[in-house]
């Protein structure tokens, strides 16, 4: 990877081929992560993913908003030492709670994940926004690029 557009290019590919990421927060007893469901802009500068108010990994985004986020390619084989990529996205997270900018989120991150609509519309249901500052790209197992927003 050359170039930032190469690089924006392949973080782009990955977020769109993949549908879970690792979400890791913070809490005053150490780091927790939880496997979610998500959706990117198109310009990469934020991921949605959708979580009930009353999780652990809600109320740990609440008091501690600076979050990341792992995507990565791996299929569990030895291979995936040399062939997979992992993204580490790092940025702060908050509720959308204006009515125009939930329902263009959940817009999008419906469109990835249809099957969803039913827990998104749920009254319990918070969509967060994380602001994405920058990208950590791993590639070919120790090449390290950053990508900021």
Request: hydrophobic share 45%; with cysteine.
């Amino acid at each position: 990877m050359d170039t930032q557009l190469e690089t924006r290019t392949l973080v782009r590919r990955l977020l769109d081929s993949q549908r879970f990421a690792v979400l890791s927060t913070a809490s005053e007893s150490g780091p927790y992560c939880s496997l979610v469901a998500f959706w990117a802009a198109e310009d990469l500068s934020h991921v949605l993913f959708a979580t009930m108010r009353e999780t652990r990994k809600f109320a740990y985004m609440s008091e501690h908003p600076r979050v990341a986020l792992l995507f990565d390619d791996r299929s569990n084989r030895g291979e995936d030492v040399e062939l997979a990529m992992a993204v580490t996205a790092t940025g702060e997270a908050r509720e959308l709670t204006d009515g125009a900018a939930r329902a263009a989120g959940a817009a999008g991150f419906l469109a990835k994940h249809p099957q969803l609509s039913e827990f998104v519309g749920s009254p319990g249901c918070a969509l967060v926004r994380v602001d994405i500052a920058t990208y950590h790209v791993v590639t070919r197992f120790q090449n390290v690029v950053e990508l900021h927003t």
